[in-house]
């Protein structure tokens, strides 16, 4: 009788355990689908390029539509697939792969692709992710997404990010960076990233990022050592930053250039006022610091005159900015002064200014850059030009 008690007491047991966990698996399949979403994003884009060439100016109408599912997690795994389409509405520009060379540029090729597409595991504040992902650091400086494009450029990767007590880690290894033209530059990468914050007023990040036989430039390899500290104090707000860079070529070459990078803001009567220096350092003209995986959009101007530096010669940028915020509109106006590094010559200006507003899940947003070159700047051997370019963007999320 006691056996059969027994028996039937670890049957119970045995039932009840296999119950829960098949309720739990249920409910964890469950949260897949049910914690999942599904987003659809469109952005539609008119932008002019007028540069003082032989090229006639060039009016591009795109747009922009991205499909994002991303699914719930179930024991720490969960996945997310992102496409990505543009279409050219008009094609009365260069986006480097539409033949029409008669016009300038603007670097929107028409595209279909998958844009991310990755599982993740997260767990006790460390997440591990591996596929076709974004990978934006710090400022984008160094590595970014270029996202300002209507294709964006990700990382084909294995990465980590990792927070213990107030140091932040992030490390990635990719074999391959699709870019904004939809080109794999099947390089292999190494990215490295430490912050700590020090105190909620200071924050500093210790870096390193390693480019291997970088086929989409020439066979350049490249090893990235940083350090940068960002904070505010009695009211004003500061970023520094010093990096050193090591380029070899396939020929041969061995150069060592730096980054140096420093701005202090002040925000006086509901308008935040920026001033700061930024330069692309020159191995005695033989060649200059580079920054190929980053969002270079943001810097040097809008216009891109100076989107990859200024050639061997290297680039100084003092610049200011000023944002604020009228009736709920966002406004933005900045200046550039250029100079090269080794020479110290005139490379030019540039302004720029941004009106952008919300609607709820809806945006507009008019965006104006103008460069003035210097008749220095248009006697290199790879003149820089007048130019101007003017976006108007229209955003709808669904």
């Known amino acids: 009788m006691k056996t059969l008690k027994k028996t039937l007491l670890a049957?119970?047991?045995a039932s009840v355990a296999l119950a829960s966990a098949m309720s739990v698996q249920a409910s964890s399949f469950e949260s897949v689908y049910k914690d999942g979403s599904i987003d659809l994003n469109l952005r539609l884009r008119?932008?002019?390029?007028?540069?003082?060439?032989t090229k006639d100016a060039a009016l591009a109408n795109t747009l922009k539509t991205r499909l994002t599912v991303k699914s719930g997690s179930i024991f720490g795994l969960s996945a997310l697939v992102e496409a990505d389409n543009t279409?050219?509405?008009?094609?009365?520009?260069?986006?480097?792969?539409?033949?029409?060379?008669?016009?300038?540029?603007?670097v929107d090729p028409e595209t279909t692709q998958f844009n991310q597409a990755y599982v993740q595991y997260s767990m006790e504040g460390t997440t591990l992710k591996a596929g076709n992902q974004r990978i934006l650091l710090d400022n984008q400086r160094h590595v970014g997404g270029v996202g300002f494009r209507q294709d964006e450029a990700t990382f084909d990767a294995v990465s980590v990010k990792s927070k213990i007590a107030d140091a932040t880690i992030f490390a990635a290894a990719a074999n391959n960076r699709n870019n904004i033209k939809?080109?794999?530059t099947e390089e292999s990468i190494a990215l490295i990233n430490v912050k700590y914050a020090v105190s909620k007023e200071l924050s500093t990040t210790a870096f390193y990022y390693g480019i291997d036989d970088t086929n989409?430039?020439?066979?350049?390899?490249?090893?990235?050592?940083?350090l940068?500290?960002?904070?505010?104090?009695?009211?004003?707000?500061?970023?520094?930053?010093?990096?050193?860079q090591n380029k070899t070529t396939a020929a041969g070459g061995d150069f060592d250039s730096t980054y140096l990078n420093v701005s202090a803001s002040k925000k006086i009567a509901g308008v935040k006022a920026t001033l700061g220096y930024e330069t692309f350092g020159s191995d005695g003209g033989d060649a200059a610091f580079a920054t190929p995986l980053g969002t270079n959009h943001k810097f040097y101007g809008w216009s891109d005159t100076f989107l990859g530096?200024?050639?061997?010669?290297?680039?100084?940028?003092?610049?200011?900015?000023?944002?604020?915020?009228?009736?709920?509109?966002?406004?933005v106006g900045q200046y550039h002064n250029f100079t090269s590094v080794e020479g110290s010559d005139p490379l030019g200006n540039e302004f720029?200014?941004?009106?952008?507003?919300?609607?709820?899940?809806?945006?507009?947003?008019?965006?104006?850059?103008q460069y003035l070159a210097s008749d220095f700047a248009e006697g290199l051997a790879e003149p820089k030009k007048d130019t101007t370019k003017v976006w108007l963007t229209g955003t709808a999320k669904f």
């Not at 279409?87 to 603007?106: A, C």
């Not at 989409?216 to 940083?226: E, N, R, S, V, Y």
């Not at 003092?318 to 915020?325: E, G, L, N, P, R």
């Not at 200014?353 to 850059?369: D, E, I």
């Open 46 to 53: 008119s932008e002019t390029s007028d540069v003082d060439n």
């Open 11 to 13: 049957s119970s047991i």
């Open 352 to 369: 720029g200014f941004v009106a952008a507003k919300k609607f709820g899940t809806y945006g507009a947003s008019l965006k104006v850059a």
């Open 228 to 244: 940068s500290a960002k904070g505010s104090a009695a009211g004003i707000g500061f970023y520094a930053e010093v990096a050193t």
């Open 216 to 226: 989409a430039i020439d066979g350049l390899d490249f090893d990235t050592f940083g």
């Open 87 to 106: 279409t050219h509405l008009t094609d009365d520009f260069n986006s480097t792969q539409n033949g029409n060379s008669k016009y300038n540029k603007v």
């Open 182 to 184: 939809n080109e794999n």
């Open 309 to 331: 530096g200024a050639g061997n010669n290297g680039i100084q940028d003092i610049y200011a900015s000023a944002v604020t915020k009228v009736a709920g509109i966002k406004l």
